[in-house]
């Protein structure tokens, strides 16, 4: 029988953290990977980690004061002891994998989601990874997952805001043309080198470096691996059994622990059914091959469901439609679109429902409780051709095949729009009258859009006299349809403060560990601020490798 120290299963940031923390402590780690890519849904993630106290952040005034905002976001169903662990021990972490690896994160721009609540800050809590080359993969990069397809341009570019901002400026500013120009020639050097581009953004810079720091650390990554059970003996769970690439059983042991950092469960279609609103339409962006198996592994040694979610699903609004002879594509509206003057979003009443400034997985809420499934993203030629929509890129980018294939629809009146639509004519035409009055008022009385602070962030700074709110007025109008979806799963196993998987008795299962979604978030699905997933997978990562270490 093949043994290690540790086994992780996953390779996504919880468990590739958990294999280079461990391998710094001197212990052999190996990684089953059940696809043949590294990454996991972290590869399509924005790669924020929500880590109050890090050192790359600005220091807070009152170190209290991200606790007592988690709580209230909670709503009295926080669990003290597992938060506490989360806010004290996320510097540690950060720490401990910034000197053990080539991770390097910096301090993110933004703010929390809900500035109404105590202990809010305009401060950033969050932090980001740095861009990542690459190329220092060299033929292992290919084995790297990349990004939403809908999330990069140009076949496989890879940008972050600075990019973006800089390429929309790019026919109107000398400085702005030969960065775009520098960044085309990378993309395109890259492509014809490598395969693909090798500039790496976000959480695919996150887990490009996590890939190298463990190939230099010699972590043993098998692709194609997948678990099928545990060996559990004497009560302790002491191994994996898994299918190799060959498609030969395998066991191996492990001495230290098993760590279950497989992705949670957006892929799995049956516990959809049962724990997310709109099953039938949800729409979830993480690889469909993170189908629960962590999950099934863990109950099966004992292991149970964290409760009391306020949500099950970190939400975010999703568009899609699936390009003629090709792959449906689905496009994650984070804020650029909905958030910027000109864009309402409406029911089937043509009404609007929600501020559509807040962050996405309030503005789902939104959706859910105005039964607005799916709800309409409406703009003007204007706002379709500065901001975009959705996979519609600005100006001069064309859009003409989102028209025939339906996914972006075009009328020369706001009538035939909502005709085209399905939505009630007399209400959306009502509505854009409003909106229209509002813009020029620069108060939204209805919902408060650019009115709250996180709302008018996110706007257009540039716009007057609200960034939020702009007219809808120069046909063709234009909209999409969206609907509720998720980056990721957050009803996950309970565990204790080290990370180590708790029984139906409340006790430690002796060799097992969960992080990420697979562990039961300890922000119970409420998405407080950008990056309250990767901030306790990272957290709990460590946790659970440097318990691994000292037993």
Same mark, same amino acid.
């Given at each position: 029988?093949?043994?290690?120290?540790?086994?992780?299963?996953?390779?996504?940031?919880?468990?590739?953290?958990?294999?280079?923390?461990?391998?710094?402590?001197?212990? $052999?780690?190996?990684?089953?990977?059940?696809?043949?890519?590294?990454?996991?849904?972290?590869?399509?993630?924005?790669?924020?980690?929500?880590?109050?106290?890090?050192?790359?952040?600005?220091?807070?005034?009152?170190?209290?004061?991200?606790?007592?905002?988690?709580?209230?976001?909670?709503?009295?169903?926080?669990?003290?002891?597992?938060?506490?662990? +989360?806010?004290?021990?996320?510097?540690?972490?950060?720490?401990?994998?910034?000197?053990?690896?080539?991770?390097?994160?910096?301090?993110?721009?933004?703010?929390? +989601?809900?500035?109404?609540?105590?202990?809010?800050?305009?401060?950033?809590?969050?932090?980001?990874?740095?861009?990542?080359?690459?190329?220092?993969?060299?033929?292992?990069?290919?084995?790297?997952?990349?990004? *939403?397809?809908?999330?990069?341009?140009?076949?496989?570019?890879?940008?972050?805001?600075?990019?973006?901002?800089?390429?929309?400026?790019?026919?109107?500013?000398?400085?702005?043309?030969?960065?775009?120009? %520098?960044?085309?020639?990378? #993309? +395109?050097?890259?492509?014809?080198? +490598?395969?693909?581009?090798?500039?790496?953004?976000?959480?695919?810079?996150?887990?490009?470096?996590?890939?190298?720091?463990?190939?230099?650390?010699?972590?043993?990554?098998?692709?194609?691996?997948?678990?099928?059970?545990?060996?559990?003996?004497?009560?302790?769970?002491?191994?994996?059994?898994?299918?190799?690439?060959?498609?030969?059983?395998?066991?191996?042991?492990? %001495?230290?622990?098993?760590?279950?950092?497989?992705?949670?469960?957006?892929?799995?279609?049956?516990?959809?059914?049962?724990?997310?609103?709109?099953?039938?339409?949800?729409?979830?962006?993480?690889?469909?091959?993170?189908?629960?198996?962590?999950?099934?592994?863990?109950?099966?040694?004992?292991?149970?469901?964290?409760?009391?979610?306020?949500?099950?699903?970190?939400?975010?609004?999703?568009?899609?439609?699936?390009? %003629?002879?090709?792959?449906?594509?689905? /496009?994650?509206?984070?804020? /650029?679109? %909905?958030?910027?003057?000109?864009?309402?979003?409406?029911?089937?009443?043509?009404?609007?429902?929600?501020?559509?400034?807040?962050?996405?997985?309030?503005?789902?809420?939104?959706?859910?409780?105005?039964?607005?499934?799916?709800? /309409?993203?409406?703009?003007?030629?204007?706002?379709?051709?500065?901001?975009?929509?959705?996979?519609?890129?600005?100006?001069?980018?064309?859009?003409?095949?989102?028209?025939?294939?339906?996914?972006?629809?075009?009328? $020369?009146?706001?009538?035939?729009?909502?005709?085209?639509?399905?939505?009630?004519?007399?209400?959306?035409?009502?509505?854009?009258?409003?909106?229209?009055?509002?813009?020029?008022?620069?108060?939204?009385?209805?919902?408060?859009?650019?009115?709250?602070?996180?709302?008018?962030?996110?706007?257009?700074?540039? #716009?007057?006299?609200?960034?939020?709110?702009?007219?809808?007025?120069?046909?063709?109008?234009?909209?999409?349809?969206?609907?509720?979806?998720?980056?990721?799963?957050?009803?996950? *196993?309970?565990?204790?403060?080290?990370?180590?998987?708790?029984?139906?008795?409340?006790?430690?299962?002796?060799?097992?560990?969960?992080?990420?979604?697979?562990?039961?978030?300890?922000?119970?699905?409420?998405?407080?601020?950008?990056?309250?997933?990767?901030?306790?997978?990272?957290?709990?990562?460590?946790?659970?490798?440097?318990?691994?270490?000292?037993?």
């Amino acid at each position: 029988m093949q043994s290690t120290d540790v086994v992780v299963l996953g390779s996504g940031v919880a468990g590739l953290t958990t294999a280079l923390i461990a391998a710094s402590h001197g212990l $052999s780690v190996t990684v089953l990977e059940k696809t043949d890519l590294v990454g996991g849904a972290t590869a399509y993630a924005a790669g924020g980690a929500f880590l109050p106290g890090a050192a790359q952040l600005p220091q807070e005034a009152d170190p209290a004061a991200a606790r007592a905002y988690l709580a209230h976001n909670m709503q009295g169903r926080m669990n003290p002891v597992m938060v506490d662990a +989360y806010l004290d021990n996320g510097p540690k972490a950060l720490a401990a994998l910034e000197a053990c690896s080539v991770v390097r994160f910096a301090a993110a721009g933004g703010m929390d +989601y809900r500035m109404n609540m105590p202990g809010a800050t305009t401060s950033p809590r969050t932090v980001m990874p740095v861009p990542f080359d690459g190329s220092v993969l060299g033929r292992d990069l290919k084995r790297l997952r990349q990004p *939403l397809p809908t999330t990069m341009i140009f076949g496989g570019m890879q940008v972050d805001h600075r990019d973006i901002a800089q390429l929309v400026k790019a026919t109107r500013s000398p400085r702005a043309t030969l960065y775009a120009a %520098r960044l085309l020639a990378r #993309h +395109y050097v890259g492509k014809l080198r +490598y395969g693909r581009s090798p500039r790496l953004v976000f959480g695919n810079a996150l887990v490009g470096a996590l890939f190298k720091s463990a190939r230099d650390h010699g972590i043993d990554i098998r692709l194609k691996s997948e678990a099928t059970s545990l060996v559990i003996e004497d009560g302790r769970v002491r191994g994996v059994r898994y299918v190799d690439a060959a498609g030969t059983e395998t066991t191996i042991a492990a %001495r230290r622990g098993v760590m279950l950092a497989t992705g949670g469960f957006p892929g799995n279609a049956a516990m959809r059914r049962e724990f997310a609103a709109f099953a039938e339409v949800h729409l979830s962006l993480p690889p469909p091959t993170n189908t629960g198996d962590g999950l099934a592994l863990g109950t099966s040694a004992g292991a149970r469901f964290g409760e009391g979610n306020l949500s099950d699903h970190c939400l975010t609004p999703v568009s899609h439609y699936t390009p %003629r002879g090709g792959k449906e594509l689905r /496009f994650p509206h984070f804020a /650029f679109d %909905r958030c910027r003057p000109g864009a309402i979003a409406v029911g089937p009443d043509g009404r609007r429902f929600v501020n559509e400034g807040l962050a996405y997985s309030d503005f789902v809420l939104g959706m859910y409780r105005a039964n607005a499934v799916p709800a /309409f993203l409406v703009c003007d030629h204007h706002f379709l051709r500065k901001y975009g929509l959705g996979m519609v890129l600005p100006a001069p980018f064309g859009y003409s095949n989102l028209i025939r294939d339906g996914y972006l629809v075009r009328a $020369s009146t706001i009538a035939a729009l909502a005709t085209q639509l399905g939505a009630d004519p007399a209400g959306l035409a009502e509505t854009v009258k409003r909106n229209n009055l509002y813009a020029e008022t620069g108060d939204d009385p209805e919902f408060g859009k650019g009115g709250d602070p996180y709302s008018r962030a996110q706007g257009d700074p540039e #716009h007057k006299p609200n960034p939020s709110l702009g007219p809808i007025e120069r046909a063709p109008f234009y909209a999409i349809r969206l609907y509720p979806g998720d980056t990721a799963t957050t009803r996950g *196993l309970v565990v204790d403060a080290q990370a180590r998987v708790l029984g139906a008795d409340n006790v430690p299962i002796a060799g097992l560990y969960a992080a990420g979604p697979d562990m039961a978030n300890p922000t119970m699905g409420t998405n407080p601020s950008g990056g309250c997933n990767i901030g306790p997978a990272i957290t709990f990562g460590y946790l659970a490798a440097t318990d691994m270490a000292a037993r």
